[in-house]
């Protein structure tokens, strides 16, 4: 069994940082990709950054070159740094996980089996 477990969001101003993380709690394998995933209020849940078993990491594009996911060497925590945030980032974030090394479209919710609570993100202008 796996578990995700998002912390970090809050409310920041036009132009502010905030870094999420995913902590991953399992019973056996880890998973070896993993994506931040958020849905606005009235929107469809978006991909927003991703890790493949090879730690290539893809991105929206809204969001390159202000986004920066990442992990730590034991993979049990999942990182997203957001720097320049903007007020269209405003969304609930999610966590996600999959069960294999290597997917398709890792932008793509479906490819993803485990997924965290999700946490609030709000940036005001």
């Known amino acids: 069994q796996v578990q995700l477990m998002e912390s970090g969001g809050g409310s920041v101003q036009t132009g502010g940082s905030l870094r999420l993380s995913c902590v991953v709690s399992a019973d056996a394998n880890i998973p070896s990709v993993m994506g931040w995933f958020r849905q606005a209020p009235g929107k469809e849940r978006e991909g927003v950054a991703a890790?493949?078993?090879?730690?290539?990491?893809t991105y929206v594009d809204s969001v390159k070159g202000r986004f920066t996911i990442s992990r730590d060497n034991a993979k049990t925590t999942l990182f997203l740094q957001m720097n320049s945030l903007k007020p269209a980032d405003t969304a609930m974030y999610y966590c996600?996980?999959?069960?294999?090394?290597?997917?398709?479209?890792?932008?793509?919710?479906?490819?993803?089996?485990?997924w965290g609570q999700g946490i609030q993100v709000t940036v005001s202008s």
């Open positions: 890790l493949n078993g090879d730690e290539i990491a």
């Open positions: 996600a996980g999959s069960q294999w090394r290597l997917v398709p479209n890792p932008m793509d919710d479906h490819e993803y089996n485990y």
